[in-house]
C-alpha cells in the first residue's frame, strides 16, 4: 500500500472510499466530516440522530454515496470520546476501517489527518500513526498460501488536507511510519515463518541482508567461534539441534565521534520444543516464534540503519533451535557460561535464559551500554500480565523509565514488574553457581533475576514479550499471529538517546 499526503477537498478526489471520523457524544459533525455531510445533503447528521452512528470507539459505519460525491464509498469511524484521543486510537480506527474496506473490495481511499483539528494532535504524529495503523492492520502472512487472496487489497491511502502548510508535516509523519511499520512488517514475516524455514542460517542470512539493503556491518559468529569464546551456556541449549547454531552480530555507528554504543540483545529460539523437558504438544507450533525477540532486535536495526540517527547501536541475536536428541543436554548438566559462571539445567526449557546469558556477557565484554534485552522467556509474564502489556525489568530505573517511555509513544505497553534481591533466591543452586529456573513462583520476576547474573551492573533493561509477541485475533493494528512488538519501541528508544 502507498501513502501519501495531498492537499485537495475530500469530496472532489478520486478514490473508491473516504475515511472520516466522529468522536461520541457530538450532535453535529465538525469540520471535514462535517464537508461530506453537507455534500451528502445531511445524511451522517441524520444517522447520528437516528442512534445509528454514535462515534464510540472501533464503530465503524459506511454510507454509499450514490454520486453525490466524488468518492463512491464514506466509511464514518468511530474515535470515542475527544479528550481521550491519542494516536493509538487514529492508529486503531484506521487498521479497522481498511480491513473492513479491503474486502468491497476497494483500491483507492482518500482520508483526512484524524484528531488535528478538534482532537488537537500534531499533524506528523496523526501521520504517523495513519501510516502504521494502514499498513500493519492490513497485514498478512502470505509467504506459504499458494492460492491468491479473497481479502483485497488497497492500493493507495491518501491522506488529503485543504491547508498547504500541513503538506509538509503530514509527508514528515507518513515516511516516519512507513520505515516504522516496514520494519515491524519484516519482525512479523520472520517470526511468523515455520521453523524449517526459519533456522538459525536463515536468520542469520536475514541480518546479513539487512546489513547490506542498509549499510550496517554484521558479524555472524559460527559454533566454533563459540567454543572458542567459552560459550557453553548456548552451546549447551544447541546440543539437541542438527542445525549450527549461530551469534549474530548487527552493527550501526551514527556517531563515530561518540564511544558510547548501546547494545540491543534479542532471543532467537528458532523453534523451542523445550528440548529433554519436552512441552506438551498441543500449541508447541506456536514456539516458532520463539525468535520473536531477535527478529524485534534485527528489525530496529534495519529501520536504525534507514533513518540513521546520531548514535552508535550494537545487536547481538543468539540464534539455535531447542531439541531432544541422544546429544542433547539434560536436566541435571552443568554448563559454564562464558562470563565464568555456571549454572545447573533443572529445566532444559528454560532454555531462553541460558543462550542469552552468553549473548548479555558478550554484550558486556564489548562494552555496550546500556543493554536492553528482549525476549519470549516466561509464559508466567504471559500469565501475569496477559496480551496487553509486556513486562518490564532492569538494574538501572533511568534506563527502564526510558524504554517504558519510548514504548508508550509507540503504542506498546510495558509493565515493570519488581527484581527485589530476594527473588535471587529461588535461583540458588547446590551444586552450581546458579540454577536455570526458580521454580514456577514469580517465574518471570526470577528469570529476569537470571539474567542480572550475566549482565551485572551494566545499565540494562529486559522485556519479556512472552505474552505480547502473538495475537489470538485481529485487533486493531495487530492481526493474528506474530505482532512484532517492540520493533517500534526500540526505535524510539534509541532515536531519544
Ligand atoms: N519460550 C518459552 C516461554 C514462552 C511461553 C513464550 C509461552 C511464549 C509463550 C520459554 O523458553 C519457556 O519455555 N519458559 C519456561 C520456563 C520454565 C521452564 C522455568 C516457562 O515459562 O514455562
Ligand atoms: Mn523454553
Ligand atoms: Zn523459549
Not at 542438527?242 to 555507528?253: A, E, G, N, S, T
Not at 531432544?324 to 529445566?347: F, H, M
Amino acid at each position: 500500500m502507498k501513502i501519501t499526503a495531498v492537499t485537495g477537498d475530500i469530496t472532489k478526489l478520486a478514490a473508491d472510499a473516504v475515511i472520516v471520523n466522529l468522536f461520541e457524544g457530538v450532535k453535529r459533525p465538525s469540520g471535514a466530516t462535517a464537508a461530506v455531510d453537507k455534500a451528502l445533503g445531511g445524511a451522517i447528521a441524520k444517522l447520528i440522530k437516528q442512534g445509528e452512528i454514535k462515534g464510540k470507539r472501533g464503530e465503524i459505519t459506511l454510507i454509499h454515496t450514490m454520486d453525490k460525491i466524488k468518492p463512491a464509498r464514506v466509511l464514518v469511524a468511530g474515535l470515542g470520546s475527544k479528550e481521550q484521543l491519542t494516536p493509538a486510537v487514529i492508529r486503531e480506527a484506521i487498521a479497522e476501517a481498511c480491513r473492513y474496506l479491503r474486502k468491497m473490495p476497494v483500491k483507492e481511499v482518500v482520508t483526512i489527518a484524524h484528531g488535528t483539528g478538534a482532537g488537537g494532535i500534531d499533524a506528523t504524529v496523526s501521520a504517523q500513526a495513519i501510516t502504521e495503523g494502514a499498513m500493519l492492520g492490513s497485514y498478512t502472512f502470505r509467504w506459504h498460501k499458494t492460492k491468491s487472496d479473497n481479502n483485497g487489497e488497497i492500493e493507495r491511502l491518501s491522506i488529503a488536507t485543504p491547508e498547504r502548510q500541513l503538506l509538509k508535516p503530514l509527508k514528515k509523519g507518513c515516511e516516519k511510519g512507513r520505515v516504522l511499520a516496514e520494519a515491524t512488517i519484516l519482525a512479523r514475516d520472520v517470526a511468523n515463518e515455520p521453523g524449517n524455514f526459519m533456522t538459525p542460517t536463515d536468520l542469520a542470512a536475514v541480518a546479513a541482508k539487512v546489513a547490506d539493503d542498509w549499510g550496517l556491518e554484521c558479524e555472524v559468529f559460527e559454533r566454533a567461534d563459540m567454543e572458542e569464546m567459552d560459550m557453553g551456556a548456548l552451546l549447551g541449549v544447541a546440543r539437541g539441534s542438527v542445525q549450527p547454531p549461530k551469534l549474530i552480530v548487527l552493527k550501526y555507528r551514527g556517531d563515530k565521534r561518540s564511544k558510547k554504543i548501546i547494545g540491543l540483545v534479542g532471543k532467537g529460539l528458532t523453534f523451542d520444543s523445550g528440548g529433554i523437558s519436552i512441552k506438551p504438544s498441543e500449541k508447541m507450533g506456536d514456539m516458532k516464534g520463539d525468535m520473536a525477540g531477535g527478529a524485534a532486535v534485527i528489525a530496529a536495526m534495519r529501520a536504525i540503519g534507514e533513518l540513521k540517527p546520531k548514535a552508535n547501536v550494537t545487536a547481538i541475536v543468539p540464534a539455535t533451535e531447542n531439541l531432544p536428541d541422544g546429544n542433547a543436554y539434560k536436566p541435571g548438566d552443568v554448563l559454564k557460561a562464558s562470563n565464568g559462571k555456571t549454572i545447573e539445567v533443572v529445566n532444559t526449557d528454560a532454555e531462553g535464559r541460558l543462550i542469552l546469558a552468553d549473548a548479555l556477557s558478550y554484550a558486556r565484554k564489548l562494552g555496550l551500554s546500556p543493554v536492553i534485552d528482549i525476549a519470549t522467556l516466561t509464559g508466567a509474564c504471559m500469565v501475569a500480565l496477559g496480551d496487553l502489556c509486556s513486562g518490564g525489568f532492569g538494574n538501572d530505573q533511568g534506563v527502564i523509565d526510558k524504554v517504558i517511555a519510548a514504548g508508550a509513544d509507540a503504542g506498546e505497553r510495558i509493565w515493570q514488574l519488581p527484581m527485589c534481591d530476594e527473588y535471587k533466591e529461588a535461583n540458588k543452586s547446590d551444586i552450581a553457581d546458579v540454577k536455570n529456573s526458580g521454580g514456577r513462583y514469580g517465574g518471570a520476576i526470577t528469570a529476569a533475576q537470571f539474567l542480572h547474573e550475566f549482565i551485572e551492573d551494566t545499565p540494562w533493561a529486559h522485556i519479556d514479550i512472552a505474552g505480547t509477541s502473538r495475537s489470538e485475533k485481529d485487533k486493531g493494528y495487530v492481526v493474528k499471529g506474530e505482532t512484532g512488538v517492540m520493533v517500534r519501541t526500540l526505535v524510539n528508544f534509541v532515536l531519544g538517546m
